[in-house]
């Protein structure tokens, strides 16, 4: 029962004309497994079939359990429900899986879901600060240490990882990704579904994952959730499709649907994005859900006109399993009754829902999951974890004067309501994490001494500023001001789009009068998306970055402000000057007239912004400097099906150890269509002490450059540019060759995996 990525998902083209290794995932299961599996769905009734494909809420998000009723049980027995969301428990997730399997008529296992997505009891960095690490390797460990924890208590599946692209800072959601970039996005899908599942989902004490919200659901337009996309062909295949792709290509156990549309097609109605491209193309046998209630929005999206209708469209797009709107269980008995040939497609999903099960280990042992002894412990080994995961996520924005470090002997104070809210360090979804259990920034502050006073100042909530001439009184006394702003935790996260990415509450008024005292202020940003602040962080010498991250929030902070260690975060996704610049992304195309700095040149900007991002992708500073050698290639031509290898050397030249996140970039200057200025398709991060070197190699292969062009990824022949760095805009070396022959990839471009070596 080997959930490994050979297995899983065809390794064929996007519009691969055979698919050679399709039917695997349903060959990975045993043959015992394949004939049980077989067996239960010639004695199922249509009913029971339909129950396996409905997933119902067996509790709130804020009230896990709560409808886990003698009704609720009695609908288990009959065999009415397949899975259950919005539980959790060891104890009680026992006890309703033995109803399932000791008083159902067919003794199926339930399946028990839940969005355990940043951590589970040790709330760890919300995602987009797990990305700003730039290491896999950190996003793989926090979604194993996630998973552990749900598997004790009880819990098979989590909604995660989220790996829609966010180039829209108004989109309240960017909180739970990756960010902009496709191949930054694709390498974290992949790390999220390795760490969540493990290699054999029955023994691993992990989860299955699910990734979502396949469509374009981070492409809503004007950043508002769950409004529709109108994203090109182009841009779908290149840069919405590329992490679903890596994905399902890891393993991911199963995908779900987003609630939105692409021109007018929702994706939970979508046969030619869902049945056809993942499964027909992709090759992908995973498990299918809706998202929450998303079969019957069908209706109000007007695609269909009553429920049946909804049912029968998202059957037909191959959605296995309906969460929540029991369109299924409802309709498709009266729907198959006029048309007979739903039926297979009705069996189909039920052998996919059964497969899931089966490589879960719940047809050998329904009880193999979920530890209660283990689950009320909280974990002693996570906490470090959460903890150093935080001090690897922070991103130093600015640091003017080297302001930062804080010196020894320096007068600090603390002030900012977000600073004291340990609500808001658990970030947008909490799952069991417990606020009573974070330490906040000002306790972690108080408890070393490194602060003299602290005050709230305002808070982003309420209008009231009778805190401000406290805060400025403690700010004439210090030395240096730290200052938290932002957002709490409840401004991101689904349905909370903002028009206004500006900061919420009077925290506009406090930054200007504790500007007016002259102290040198260090900003700690504490937020879920990019906030367009250029005009409140003017004359800010330090800039700070920390998202949310989780329990040990507080002394990850003061250890990267007290310099005990060096910040080595970087962006992955870009912070706009202002809110009306969004949505923005660094791989834009050059246009006619790429924005200039004369205005009174007619270009693509804006002529009451600076061009640019105020801290572009990628970007993020360090207490020590690295110089960035040569760039040099193994090459000077390659054809289409060859390869290349990028050199450069890195040193640490700095007086402390700290880490650096190497950045390759390409771009293909003159294409049959514009291509982005710069792609990322490649990086590496170095822990170097001072005065180290090392010599890092990326090889790249033509198929990464490729083009999605009618229907195809196309290799042209060609100059291709090379940029190394530190950030996308600071390139610290450059180089070019050329590719001599056309050619046809076979994956998304931004989904193959760059190889590296570090000497
Ligand atoms: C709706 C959200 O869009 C999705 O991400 C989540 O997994 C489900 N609700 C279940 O809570």
């Known amino acids: 029962m080997n959930l490994d990525r050979r297995s899983v998902v065809a390794a064929g083209a996007l519009l691969a004309a055979s698919m050679p290794f399709a039917g695997l995932a349903r060959a990975e299961i045993g043959p015992d497994h394949k004939a049980k599996i077989k067996g239960l769905i010639r004695q199922m009734t249509l009913a029971e079939k339909l129950g396996q494909m409905t997933q119902i809420p067996g509790g709130r998000q804020k009230a896990l359990n709560s409808r886990l009723d003698a009704t609720m049980l009695d609908r288990v027995r009959k065999g009415e429900v397949g899975s259950f969301l919005h539980v959790a428990g060891a104890d009680a997730l026992r006890e309703l899986q033995r109803v399932a399997v000791e008083e159902g008529r067919l003794k199926i296992p339930l399946l028990f ?22 290491d896999p390797e950190a996003m793989k460990l926090a979604a194993r240490t996630a998973a552990e924890e749900a598997w004790a208590a009880g819990l098979h599946w989590t909604f995660a990882p989220m790996v829609d692209i966010a180039r829209d800072a108004r989109w309240g959601r960017v909180v739970e990704g990756a960010g902009e970039d496709p191949y930054l996005g694709s390498r974290m899908a992949v790390a999220q579904v390795e760490g969540f599942q493990g290699g054999d989902l029955a023994k691993g004490r992990r989860v299955m994952a699910c990734a979502k919200h396949f469509g374009a659901y981070g492409a809503a337009v004007g950043g508002r959730d769950y409004d529709s996309a109108d994203v090109s062909e182009r841009t779908l295949a290149e840069v919405n499709m590329p992490p679903f792709y890596a994905a399902a290509r890891a393993g991911a156990g199963s995908f779900m649907t987003a609630f939105n549309d692409i021109a007018g097609v929702p994706t939970t109605g979508n046969a030619d994005l869902v049945r056809h491209q993942l499964r027909e193309q992709w090759g992908y046998q995973g498990l299918i859900v809706s998202d929450w209630n998303a079969v019957k929005e069908l209706i109000a999206h007007g695609v269909a006109a009553d ?17 929540t709107s029991n369109s299924y269980a409802e309709h498709l008995g009266s729907a198959v009754a006029e048309d007979k040939s739903l039926l297979p497609l009705i069996d189909e999903a039920v052998e996919r829902i059964l497969t899931a099960k089966a490589r879960l280990g719940l047809f050998d042992d329904p009880y193999g999951f ?23 996520a922070m991103v130093l924005l600015r640091n003017e004067g080297d302001v930062l470090p804080l010196r020894l002997g320096q007068k600090v104070v603390l002030i900012g309501a977000l600073a004291d809210d340990a609500m808001s360090t658990l970030g947008s979804w909490r799952a069991r994490g417990q606020a009573e259990e974070a330490v906040t920034l000002r306790a972690a502050l108080e408890q070393g001494n490194v602060i003299t006073g602290y005050a709230p100042g305002v808070t982003t909530r309420s209008d009231d500023v009778s805190g401000i001439p406290a805060a400025v009184a403690l700010a004439r006394e210090a030395d240096v001001v730290l ?12 349905a909370r789009s903002y028009a206004d990415i500006g900061l919420p509450g009077p925290q506009e008024a406090l930054i200007a009068v504790l500007k007016a005292t002259g102290k040198p202020i260090v900003a700690i940003l504490m937020n879920g998306r990019p906030l367009g602040l250029e005009k409140d962080l003017a004359g800010i010498p330090a800039v700070l970055e920390t998202w949310y991250l989780g329990l040990e929030s507080g002394p990850a902070i003061a250890h990267v402000l007290t310099g005990e260690v060096s910040p080595g975060g970087k962006l992955p996704i870009g912070i706009p000057r202002h809110g009306g610049q969004t949505p923005m992304t660094y791989a834009h195309v050059p246009t006619g007239r790429p924005a200039n700095a004369d205005l009174l040149i007619d270009s693509a900007r804006y002529h009451d912004t600076a061009i640019g991002p105020l801290f572009p992708f990628g970007h993020g500073l360090s207490y020590a400097r690295f110089d960035y050698g040569a760039v040099t290639l193994g090459a000077e031509a390659v054809p289409a099906n060859g390869s290349q290898t990028i050199g450069v050397t890195v040193t640490n030249s700095g007086k402390v150890a700290a880490d650096e996140v190497v950045q390759l970039y390409i771009h293909d200057p003159v294409a049959s269509v514009a291509r982005p200025v710069k792609e990322l398709r490649g990086f590496v991060r170095l822990s170097l002490k001072p005065g180290e070197s090392r010599r890092v190699t990326f090889t790249l292969t033509p198929d990464q450059l490729a083009i999605w062009h009618a229907g195809k990824w196309l290799i042209e022949p060609g100059l291709i540019e090379v940029m190394v760095g530190s950030s996308s805009e600071d390139i610290r070396g450059k180089a070019s060759f050329r590719v001599t022959g056309r050619g046809e990839g076979k994956h998304p471009a931004a989904s193959i995996p760059t190889k590296f070596e570090v000497a």
């Open 113 to 134: 879901a839940m969005d355990v997505i940043h951590g589970f009891r040790t709330t760890l960095p919300v995602p987009i600060a797990l990305a700003s690490t730039w």
């Open 307 to 323: 429920q049946k209708e909804a049912a029968v469209l998202a059957l037909k797009a191959s959605v296995d399993m309906d969460m």
């Open 483 to 494: 200052l938290a702003i932002g957002e709490d935790y409840d401004f991101s996260g689904e």
């Open 370 to 392: 979920g530890d209660p002894v283990a689950e009320k412990a909280v974990p002693a080994k996570n906490r470090p974890i959460a903890r150093d995961l935080a001090k690897r």
